[in-house]
T-cell receptor, first 114, second 112 residues
Framework: QKEVEQNSGPLSVPEGAIASLNCTYSDRGSQSFFWYRQYSGKSPELIMFIYSNGDKEDGRFTAQLNKASQYVSLLIRDSQPSDSATYLCAVNPGPNTGFQKLVFGTGTRLLVSP | EADIYQTPRYLVIGTGKKITLECSQTMGHDKMYWYQQDPGMELHLIHYSYGVNSTEKGDLSSESTVSRIRTEHFPLTLESARPSHTSQYLC???????????FGNGTRLTVT
């Protein structure tokens, strides 16, 4: 079993819809969780991070964390064609000491059609 | 905007050559990383550094080596390149704590 699992997709949604991206992780002791967006041929860029159970909202993005079920999700409201990219889930399996030794999932490819 | 630079952006080189991939950041970050990513695959940590004169191997075994003589500079070296080293190499840095990981633009290496 991989440490961080994501559905590779592609996840296809129409413009304006809500895109829901999911991620599960195996290390129950993990404490910090990150979502990165990666356009084809580009490097990853941070979208959001979350440490506590519940929801965290930033503009059109909402990260949701459920440590008991070991999953973290990213919701994108009012999806735009420019949101089309691969979304990487990353987990820091160590204690939140400040040293981020992230483990990345393979990513979910999102396609937003006009 | 993160200030972390990688050179070269693309490199095509023959088997057996020695290569060094450069990574520099101007943010004064102590913590730096090298990740390797094959197309459509996840990022794998191959090296990291807590600060000057500190280097550690990551989770993915790699024949590359790194050095950290200056805070801003974290080069990666392959003594003898092989086709199996063909991949994208991503350098990253962070201030630590809640700060995000900033990635460079990457070096796409092809060994023929």
């Amino acid at each position: 079993q991989k440490e961080v699992e994501q559905n590779s997709g592609p996840l296809s949604v129409p413009e304006g819809a809500i895109a829901s991206l999911n991620c599960t992780y195996s290390d129950r002791g993990s404490q910090s969780f990150f979502w990165y967006r990666q356009y084809s041929g580009k490097s990853p860029e941070l979208i959001m991070f979350i440490y506590s159970n519940g929801d965290k909202e930033d503009g059109r993005f909402t990260a949701q964390l459920n440590k008991a079920s070991q999953y973290v999700s990213l919701l994108i409201r009012d999806s735009q064609p420019s949101d089309s990219a691969t979304y990487l889930c990353a987990v820091n399996p160590g204690p939140n000491t400040g040293f981020q030794k992230l483990v990345f999932g393979t990513g979910t490819r999102l396609l937003v059609s006009p | 905007e993160a200030d972390i630079y990688q050179t070269p952006r693309y490199l095509v080189i023959g088997t057996g050559k020695k290569i060094t991939l450069e990574c520099s950041q101007t943010m004064g970050h102590d913590k730096m990383y090298w990740y390797q990513q094959d197309p459509g695959m996840e990022l794998h940590l191959i090296h990291y550094s807590y600060g000057v004169n500190s280097t550690e191997k990551g989770d993915l075994s790699s024949e590359s080596t790194v050095s950290r003589i200056r805070t801003e500079h974290f080069p990666l070296t392959l003594e003898s390149a092989r086709p199996s080293h063909t991949s994208q190499y991503l350098c990253a840095s962070t201030q630590g704590g809640d700060s995000p990981l900033h990635f460079g633009n990457g070096t796409r290496l092809t060994v023929t």
